[in-house]
């Protein structure tokens, strides 16, 4: 397991934009494919972006195609999703999560074993 800290979450209106960072801690960052989650109140947890080890690939579920964008700075042990073109439908905590390399893009909670704290984003329409 890797310990994670996202931060960058806030307030901002419908339109506007957001970047969420979330840094970990330890040697092996590398090696661990990332995700980021969000979570509405009531509401399952659902994947939102993913990113291989290398940065390479990246996955996305279809609702945030065109407006996100995950990175990941492994020098840095750091993991980004920049968010564009909020949409009040996106207000949720967010959560980044890591997994082994070869559960890369998996859409599933469960295939990741580190989760951060969270980071609360709400959009206002």
């Known amino acids: 397991q890797v310990p994670l800290v996202e931060s960058g979450g806030g307030l901002v209106q419908a339109g506007g934009s957001l970047r969420l960072s979330c840094a970990a801690s330890?040697?092996?960052?590398?090696?661990?494919?990332m995700g980021w989650f969000r979570q509405a109140p009531g509401k399952e947890r659902e994947f939102v972006a993913g990113?291989?080890?290398?940065?390479?690939?990246?996955y996305y579920v279809d609702s945030v195609k065109g407006r996100f964008t995950i990175s990941r700075d492994n020098a840095k042990n750091t993991v980004y999703l920049q968010m564009n073109s909020l949409k009040p439908e996106d207000t949720a905590v967010y959560y980044c999560?890591?997994?082994?390399?070869?559960?890369?893009?998996?859409?599933?909670?469960?295939?990741?074993?580190?989760w951060g704290q969270g980071t609360q984003v709400t959009v206002s329409s």
């Open positions: 999560a890591a997994t082994p390399a070869y559960y890369s893009g998996s859409v599933h909670a469960y295939d990741y074993n580190s």
């Open positions: 330890g040697r092996t960052f590398s090696s661990y494919a």
């Open positions: 990113i291989s080890w290398s940065g390479g690939r990246t």
